[in-house]
Every structure is written in C-alpha cells, then in structure tokens.
C-alpha cells in the first residue's frame, strides 16, 4: 500500500482513459518524448526536400498568380507588380484558354472511359479468360507505360503517317487512302486519344488485375452455382466488389488526362490550328515561351481548382456506400 499522499501521489498514479486503460503518469513520459524527437530528426531530411521543392514553388507560384511576373522579374522576383485578380479575369476572356479548356475537357471525357472499361476488359480475359502465355500478354500490355513518350511518338508518327504510315499501306491495298490524322482538325484529337489509351492501358489493367485477385473465389463459386452467365457475375459480381479499385483508378486516370502535355507536345504541337492545344500546354507556351509567368501561374491553379472539383465529384458518385 502507498503512503505517499497529496500532490505527489497525484503525479505518481497512473491516468485513466475513457477506455478503461492505464497510461504512463505525466512525469514518466520521458521515452515517449524522445521517441517523437527521434522520428522527427528522422523525418527532417523529407520535410526540408519536400518545403524546398514543393511546397515552395506552391506557395510562390499562387502568389506568382496575382502579378505581372515576367523575364525581367527572374533576377529581382520582389519588383513584379501586383494586378490582383487581372490574370484570372483575362483568363476566362482569353479565347485560346478556353479553347485548350475545351480540347482538354474532349480529351478527358473520350479518353478516360476508353481507357478504365478497355483496361477492366482486358484484366477479366487475362485473369479468367486466358491460361496459358498470360505473364506475355501482361508484360505486352504493360510495355508501353514504361516507354518514353519520345519513343512512342515516333512508333505513333509512323503508324499514323498518311504517305509511309502502316495505315496507309493498309489503306492503299484495299484500294482506300488514309486521312492526315495528325494533320486534320478532325482526326488529330482522336489520334492523341487513341495514343493515350494505348499508352495508358498497362497501368488500368494492374490496378484491376490487383483487384480481380482480391475478390474472394467462393463468391464467384457460389454465383456459379445459382447459375450465373458469365455477364451476370461481371455486373453483380465482379465490378461491385471492384468499386474501390474503379474508384481509384478513375480518379488517377482523370488526373492524368486532365493534365495531359507529352501527347500533343511531342506530336502536334498544339495543332492544327489549335485543335490539339491543351491547359497544360497552353500554359508551358505562356510561361517558357513567351515568359508570362503570371498568367501562367493563373492558369495552373485553374487547372488546379478544376481538377479538385472533378475528384470530389467522382469520390461521392463513386464512393463504396455499402460498408
């Protein structure tokens, strides 16, 4: 039994929680103490990287947005002049934004379904449909996300190319001529899409693939069993359980899209006649080609605030309301 008393015993006794638990009393927290010292020196390698590189450039390109920033203010950043909301008003008044705003929105909202049920198409045949050679059609369709887009492009130049292309050839042997695809206003967006699908397709088909291996055997067994077609257990079966995984690759496939520059960068430049030009690239051109840093840090956080917008859209439609 304890004499101590007062005070003294308030401190020694141990705190109970609302659970019920004993934790340590106040005045023996010392190896708590050090061992969040410890992970903090351990994680100020990351918090310096990630306040130079990242949040930095965040915070200095919002306020980038409000002024006049240009070549003549890289030496001396602090004489931009402020223009408040100027740049954001310009923006929605600019008919190339919002061109690229509408090339960029053709671009998401053809190529992202494309790419999430081709990818979802693929994983299900691969997963249940094909047993032999499946790790070479795997690597096959995985291939193209670890290749340069440089490389690519110039796969896609030749294929796509109405003189020499493989298209044409075909084209031209039975009796057909292929049109410009990246030279045509018509044909170029579709062409960018279709490389971006192709290109794209790898990582959907992992994700699902991931997916399709964690949905339990004795579910399909069982819908088997009641006698199922094989459509009835890909619509009640097979993509329920994957809403988790269709939520996130939607969303990471959405991301990218919205931000697409490499495709229309290497391959059209933006043409013709601006039919290929997105946010993304508009904004490169803005800020590296004719220096108008603020007006291009304007149109990144537009980009920014619209990209959010879509995500929170998509994480409420498709959200698991099940659990």
């Given at each position: 039994m304890?004499l ?5 015993a308030?401190?020694a006794?141990?705190e109970k929680t609302?659970?019920g638990?004993t ?8 190896p708590?103490?050090r061992r969040?010292?410890?992970g903090w ?14 949040a930095?450039?965040?915070i200095?390109?919002?306020l ?9 203010d890289?030496?001396?950043p ?8 100027d740049?954001y008003v310009e923006l ?5 934004f919002?061109?690229?705003?509408f090339?960029?929105g053709?671009?998401?909202v053809?190529?992202?379904p ?8 693929v994983?299900v045949?691969l997963?249940?449909g ?11 369709f995985y ?16 294929v796509?190319d ?5 298209i044409?050839g075909?084209?031209?042997?039975f ?5 410009d ?11 960018l899409?279709a490389?971006a699908?192709?290109?794209n ?18 579910v399909?067994e069982?819908a088997?069993?009641d006698?199922a077609?094989?459509?009835?257990e890909l ?7 994957l809403?988790p ?10 991301i990218?899209?919205l931000?697409v520059?490499?495709?229309p960068?290497v ?10 030009l ?14 108008h ?7 990144a ?5 619209v ?16 659990r």
């Open positions: 304890s101590v008393t007062g005070p003294a308030d401190r006794a141990p609302r659970g638990a934790r340590p009393p106040r005045g023996r927290r010392g708590l103490n969040n010292l410890y020196l351990f994680s100020t390698p990351f918090l310096v990287l990630f306040a130079v590189f990242m930095f450039p965040i200095a390109t919002l980038m947005s409000f002024t006049d920033f240009g070549a003549r890289v030496t001396r602090l004489d931009a002049e402020f223009v408040g909301l740049n929605f008044g600019d008919e190339k919002l061109r690229a705003l090339n960029t053709y671009f998401v053809v190529g992202v494309l790419t999430v049920l081709l990818g979802l198409l994983a045949l997963n249940n094909i047993d032999r050679a499946r790790t070479f059609f795997r690597v096959g291939a193209p996300v670890v290749t340069a887009i440089v490389a690519v492009a110039v796969v896609w130049r030749f796509l109405p003189a020499d292309g493989l044409a075909l084209a031209t042997e009796g057909l001529k292929a049109p695809f990246l030279g045509s206003e018509t044909w170029a967006m579709p062409s899409i490389m699908v192709w290109r397709l790898g990582t959907v088909m992992v994700l699902f693939i991931a997916g399709l291996q964690a949905i339990p055997t004795e399909r069982a088997r069993l006698g077609s094989g459509w009835q619509r009640r079966i097979t993509v329920p359980l809403r995984t269709l939520l996130y690759t939607t969303v990471i496939t959405t990218g899209y931000n520059f490499e495709e960068f391959m059209t430049q933006g043409g013709p006649s601006g039919s290929t997105t946010v993304s690239l508009h904004m490169y051109q803005q800020g590296f080609n004719f220096f840093m603020g007006y291009a840090s304007a149109m956080y537009v980009l920014f605030v990209i959010m917008g879509i995500t929170v859209l998509q994480l409420r439609l498709l959200k698991d309301n099940t």
